[in-house]
């Protein structure tokens, strides 16, 4: 689709937010040309003055033409280019970008694009959660933890209806973080196992650590009042200076 591009002219305002208020899908040099040309500079949107169109001038006609016989190009690395940039008279700070379209209109274009988008915020938020889990697993604090964690057990019945079932196990583990906690955690299941209703099991499956389905609070130090995270604290201050 090297003669066909999606073009926008849009960035962000002083105020943070996304200004992309011109968006086409183009099949010539003089369609791109002859529709940057009915655009306007940013703030002047709704401007009927001629002179506050973007104008492609001529290095930018050149630009364009180029890009239409010859596509994106290729970055340093080999890599087919995703975006090109031209700037002309009127651009202001922004520029015009050209990407290849990922239907054959706009608004299809844009709901695929949206899509896409979609997938990778959950991503980048999955990972962004993942990576604060794990850096609250890994923080060490040696003492007791409370832990939880949802698992599916095989159930051997005693009148020969084995089955799988859902269930939480809970306890308190001595650990030194909560990735100990939860190594822990499964130390203990495994070396006591667990009934379900009167009747022996084995575990089949487990959360990973870092999901929802674990969970551990730290309680600190055992004292002969309970558990308590301060007394742990005035500990760690005295025999770690």
Same mark, same amino acid.
């Given at each position: 689709?090297? #003669?066909?591009?999606?073009?926008? /002219? ?7 937010? =996304? /200004?992309?208020?011109?968006? @086409?899908?183009?099949? %010539? ?7 940057? #040309? ?41 890599? %087919? ?18 990407? /290849? ?16 988008? @979609? ?16 850096? @609250? ?39 030194? %973080?909560? @990735? ?6 499964? %130390? ?7 009934? /379900? ?38 500990? =760690? ?5």
């Amino acid at each position: 689709m090297a #003669n066909v591009f999606f073009i926008t /002219y849009g960035g962000y305002a002083k105020n943070g937010y =996304k /200004y992309v208020p011109y968006k @086409a899908i183009v099949h %010539s040099p003089e369609e791109a040309i002859a529709t940057i #040309n009915t655009w306007k500079s940013y703030g002047r949107k709704n401007s009927t003055a001629p002179g506050d169109c973007i104008v492609v001038n001529e290095v930018t006609e050149k630009k364009i033409r180029a890009l239409f016989a010859n596509g994106l190009g290729t970055y340093p690395n080999g890599e %087919s280019c995703t975006y090109v940039g031209v700037r002309t008279t009127g651009c202001g700070a922004w520029e015009i970008g050209f990407s /290849y379209p990922l239907a054959d209109t706009l608004q299809e274009h844009e709901r695929i694009y949206n899509e896409h988008q @979609a997938v990778q915020e959950a991503l980048r938020k999955e990972r962004e959660i993942k990576r604060e889990r794990e850096a @609250a697993l890994n923080e060490v604090r040696r003492g007791w933890y409370h832990v939880e964690m949802n698992i599916t057990l095989y159930v051997f019945a005693r009148h020969g209806n084995d089955h799988f079932a859902n269930t939480t196990f809970c306890g308190t583990v001595l650990a030194e %973080s909560g @990735a100990d906690a939860y190594d822990k955690a499964l %130390s203990e299941m495994e070396n006591n196992p667990m009934l /379900y209703h009167g009747n022996p099991t084995v575990v089949h499956a487990i959360p990973d650590a870092w999901s929802d389905d674990f969970s551990f609070t730290f309680l600190g130090m055992r004292t002969d009042e309970g558990y308590s995270v301060k007394e742990w604290e005035k500990w =760690k201050e005295t025999n770690t200076k």
